[in-house]
């Protein structure tokens, strides 16, 4: 991930913490918001892990008790590195980067233990609904001509990759840590997708594992 990425995420999350600071907690509905970093769990002969990013705001129900009920709005990229992928009887691609932007939709419960620290094991399901799939890589064709003779070619390709949405099942450890009227939330979460993202000859998931960092109000 390069430099105008890190610019960018800060950039967005700044209104966010600012709108936090700037309302009573009884005029916001969203009363955490964070800032992520993923990296895919799909390592096999053909898939290797790449690192991602994420945006993310929360609500919180029964706030004040030890169980609460949340519910998040997010944005998360993630992205993984595939070796070769089966394009039909007369093409394959070789060395592919898929890109995975989501609108993400968690809910969970969340339980917390602790006085002025917690800590807070916290589980539920989500949805990535996705905006845009794009991949990068090599195409290689191998198409028979007017003669007959299969004629090889291989050259770049930039494209979209229509991948489907996924439904999962998370679950994740944090501590929050009180500074004045709000507090510091460090969480860490392992999404795991129930359903293929791609499925022919070869198949593409999503499953990933995010850190994040957020301000909560109290």
């Not at 009884?26 to 990296?39: G, H, K, Q, T």
Request: hydrophobic share 35%; net charge neutral; charged share 20%.
């Amino acid at each position: 991930m390069n430099r105008k990425w890190y610019i960018s995420i800060f950039l967005i999350l700044i209104p966010l913490c600012n709108s936090l600071y700037g309302q009573d907690v009884n005029e916001l509905f969203f009363d955490e918001a964070s800032i992520s970093f993923n990296r895919t769990i799909l390592q096999d002969e053909n898939t290797e892990n790449r690192n991602g990013f994420g945006l993310g705001v929360y609500h919180s129900f029964f706030a004040k008790k030890t169980v609460n009920l949340t519910f998040g709005l997010e944005y998360n990229r993630t992205n993984q590195f595939k070796g070769y992928m089966y394009e039909g009887h007369y093409a394959h691609a070789t060395d592919l980067t898929y890109h995975l932007n989501m609108a993400s939709f968690p809910v969970g419960v969340r339980f917390n233990i602790g006085y002025y620290f917690k800590v807070f094991i916290e589980a539920g399901a989500y949805a990535d609904m996705m905006i845009k799939s794009t991949r990068k890589g090599i195409m290689h064709t191998y198409l028979p001509d007017e003669n007959n003779q299969i004629v090889y070619k291989d050259y770049p390709i930039d494209e979209k990759a229509d991948l489907s949405s996924v439904i999962g099942v998370y679950t994740g450890l944090g501590v929050r840590i009180p500074f004045s009227a709000f507090e510091l939330v460090i969480k860490s979460d392992y999404r795991y997708g129930l359903n293929d993202l791609y499925s022919y000859m070869d198949s593409i998931y999503n499953t990933y594992w995010r850190i994040s960092l957020g301000i909560r109000h109290k």
